[in-house]
Antibody, heavy 121, light 105 residues
Framework: QVQLVESGGGVVQPGRSLRLSCEASGFTFSTYAMHWVRQAPGKGLEWVAVISYDGDHKYFGESVKGRFTISRDNPKNTLYLQMNSLRAEDTAVYYC??????????????WGQGTLVTVSS | DIQLTQSPSFLSASVGDRVTITCRASQGISNYLAWYQQQPGKAPKLLIYSASTLQSGVPSRFSGSASGTEFTLTIGSLQPEDFATYYCQQLNSYLFGGGTKVEIK
């Protein structure tokens, strides 16, 4: 069965960096685009970033552009989110999600359980 | 950027009620719209994609429709497990609507 397991969350000071990981299993990871989505406490969903199946194409939401980087290691079945210059408003549960297919404009058919990132001094 | 206006933001209903949630796009998005359900403390779950296609395993009481830039999620007969928050998402830029929380009347 498809499983996505995030890790790497925690408490970090403003301005510092953190890297999240998402380990995938139960499907051919290298053939699917992957996303990160976040949800601030008590708020709605916010799309963060997408990476193509081969890692060649990456797109970001406006609020994280220039600060966050998305990458993947297909042999290791792992997705990453490198978060730099963190701000209090980046505090959220971060979910990784699988696109329904390798291309774009596909919905997110599987989600991880999420990992909480708290940015606070 | 294409904006989504989801309404209502809050809905109170009873078991067995028919419920309708609307999502309006600021410009045409073809049928690139999905609906998700999120239970408290859980990850979202895909219900409908391509505006009206039911995701595998989702009960048939859920349905989606589209008319121009207005999209609708309908729950035919609300069940206890359906009390949750629902989000629409446009798939051109992956933007989510603001959410609709469905609570028990």
């Amino acid at each position: 069965q498809v499983q996505l397991v995030e890790s790497g969350g925690g408490v970090v000071q403003p301005g510092r960096s953190l890297r999240l990981s998402c380990e995938a299993s139960g499907f051919t990871f290298s053939t699917y685009a992957m996303h990160w989505v976040r949800q601030a406490p008590g708020k709605g969903l916010e799309w963060v970033a997408v990476i193509s199946y081969d890692g060649d194409h990456k797109y970001f939401g406006e609020s994280v552009k220039g600060r966050f980087t998305i990458s993947r290691d297909n042999p290791k079945n792992t997705l990453y989110l490198q978060m730099n210059s963190l701000r209090a408003e980046d505090t959220a549960v971060y979910y990784c999600a699988r696109a329904q297919s390798g291309g774009y404009r596909h919905p997110f058919d599987y989600w991880g359980q999420g990992t909480l990132v708290t940015v606070s001094s | 950027d294409i904006q989504l206006t989801q309404s209502p933001s809050f809905l109170s209903a009873s078991v067995g009620d028919r419920v309708t949630i609307t999502c309006r796009a600021s410009q045409g998005i073809s049928n690139y719209l999905a609906w998700y359900q999120q239970q408290p403390g859980k990850a979202p779950k895909l219900l409908i994609y391509s505006a009206s296609t039911l995701q595998s395993g989702v009960p048939s009481r859920f349905s989606g429709s589209a008319s121009g830039t207005e999209f609708t999620l309908t729950i035919g007969s609300l069940q206890p497990e359906d009390f949750a928050t629902y989000y629409c998402q446009q798939l051109n830029s992956y933007l989510f609507g603001g959410g609709t929380k469905v609570e028990i009347k």
